[in-house]
């Protein structure tokens, strides 16, 4: 008598499997919607993810070398804007000693333009000390490097001269008080006026270099992460109509898969209700059990057609 069956020992294990990689792919179909990310694990694709990581961690360093350089490029950019309005007060300089080489002016006159003249060292030194970017005075004098790329040699070399007024004038502040000083003036401007257009043009030089730079890494940073993100990122579109199409199979399988579950006390039910073909008697072995075939028998004699009986033993004798 058969006592029990089950779904996974009958030839539905098949659809069970597949029943159950239905709903796996559904939970990935998720999960690669939710994430964004098409791979979700490793072994989904060895190579597309190995490649993603590569070229994310080049572009995690070309963010960073981008970084760098927006720094150097932002510190370049507060040390021109001290230059420029030294730039002025040198310009001012030069105006201040003309106008006092003049022999029409009073003595009084000179005084006061000498007066200005020394005052316009006080604001040069003010502009140096007052221009910063974070804590670093780059017109007091800078040299540093900053990383702009992967590799060790991708620097770039900042140098700045310092432009206070002793480094301007070499440390001889010249007046204005007489014609004859103003005159010799005029050339100690001129001087300092060189040293600093120097320290402009390199500052200028650099810093136009950095922001080239600076955009090409960050356009480098940015082709390297959409190359991972083409590696790595889910068809969204894609990725919908396959998980409707594992929506509809998996609901399909389910169903099939529910009805053969309740079929199955129907099943068992069917399979104890057939009866065994009649077997030739044989001498029952010692230990044997032939209940289930004897039941079977007289089952199948019970609903078999009347027959001729056989001749007894008394008729026999007779």
Avoid at 137 to 151: A, Q
Avoid at 201 to 221: E, I, M, N, W
Avoid at 233 to 258: G, M
């Amino acid at each position: 008598m058969v006592s029990a069956i089950t779904l996974s020992s009958t030839p539905l294990a098949p659809a069970l499997q597949g029943n159950q990689q239905l709903r796996e792919s559904l939970a990935d179909n998720a999960g690669r919607l939710t994430s964004g990310n098409r791979i979700l694990n490793i072994s989904d694709d060895v190579g597309a993810a190995l490649n993603a990581a590569n070229l994310q961690s080049q572009s995690s360093g070309f963010r960073q070398a981008s970084s760098n350089a927006a720094q150097a490029f932002t510190l370049l950019d507060v040390a021109a804007d001290g230059l420029s309005q030294i730039e002025d007060i040198v310009s001012n300089l030069t105006t201040l000693a003309e106008q006092s080489t003049s022999p029409a002016i009073t003595d009084a006159q000179r005084a006061f333009l000498q007066q200005r003249f020394s005052q316009s060292f006080t604001q040069i030194d003010s502009i140096v000390s007052n221009t910063r970017f974070n804590d670093i005075r780059p017109l007091e004098g800078l040299t540093t490097d900053f990383r702009v790329g992967n590799d060790a040699e991708d620097v770039v070399s900042i140098d700045i001269e310092a432009v206070t007024a002793d480094d301007l004038f070499e440390g001889s502040l010249p007046d204005i008080g007489s014609i004859a000083n103003a005159t010799a003036a005029q050339t100690a401007i001129d001087d300092a006026n060189a040293i600093l257009q120097d320290v402009i043009r390199t500052v200028q030089g650099t810093r136009d270099g950095l922001f080239a730079t600076a955009s090409a890494l960050s356009q480098t940073a940015s082709g390297n992460a959409a190359g991972a993100g083409s590696l790595t990122n889910t068809d969204v579109s894609a990725e919908i109509e396959q998980q409707a199409s594992n929506v509809i199979r998996f609901d399909t399988s389910t169903a099939v898969l529910a009805q053969a579950a309740n079929l199955q006390p129907q099943l068992l039910q069917l399979l104890n209700s057939v009866s065994l073909p009649a077997q030739p008697q044989s001498e029952p072995t010692q230990g044997s059990s032939e209940e289930p075939l004897q039941e079977a028998v007289a089952q199948a004699a019970t609903s078999a057609p009347a027959a001729t009986p056989a001749p007894t033993n008394e008729s026999n004798q007779g």
